[in-house]
């Protein structure tokens, strides 16, 4: 699932949920920003959690300003707390 950020969807992870229930295993791409341990304990609905990596460190923020690298870099360890793939 994917295209934008999934994630700033109010009922995505109803989805998702839905979708497993249908007999099909989500997986969803994001890029981290959003992925707190609320939503990161939910995120068990998925086959898998790709999170986009655009670079490292100051090289990632020449596709996404700000403090990119490292949010995407906390969204990775908070799924990790909870054995995400």
Same mark, same amino acid.
């Given at each position: 699932?994917?295209?934008?950020?999934?994630?700033?969807?109010?009922?995505?992870?109803?989805?998702?949920?839905?979708?497993?229930?249908?007999?099909? =295993?989500?997986? =969803?791409?994001?890029?981290?920003?959003?992925?707190? +341990?609320?939503?990161?304990?939910?995120?068990? =609905?998925?086959?898998? =959690?790709?999170?986009?990596? +655009?670079?490292?460190?100051? +090289?990632?923020?020449?596709?996404?300003?700000?403090?990119?690298?490292?949010?995407?870099?906390?969204?990775?360890?908070?799924?990790?707390?909870?054995?995400?793939?």
């Amino acid at each position: 699932m994917g295209g934008g950020e999934s994630f700033h969807i109010p009922w995505f992870l109803e989805l998702a949920h839905y979708i497993r229930s249908k007999g099909m =295993v989500p997986n =969803v791409t994001t890029n981290g920003f959003l992925i707190n +341990d609320k939503i990161a304990s939910q995120c068990d =609905v998925f086959g898998q =959690v790709n999170v986009s990596i +655009d670079g490292i460190e100051n +090289d990632y923020s020449l596709t996404r300003p700000g403090k990119g690298f490292e949010k995407a870099m906390n969204a990775i360890e908070l799924l990790k707390q909870y054995k995400i793939r």
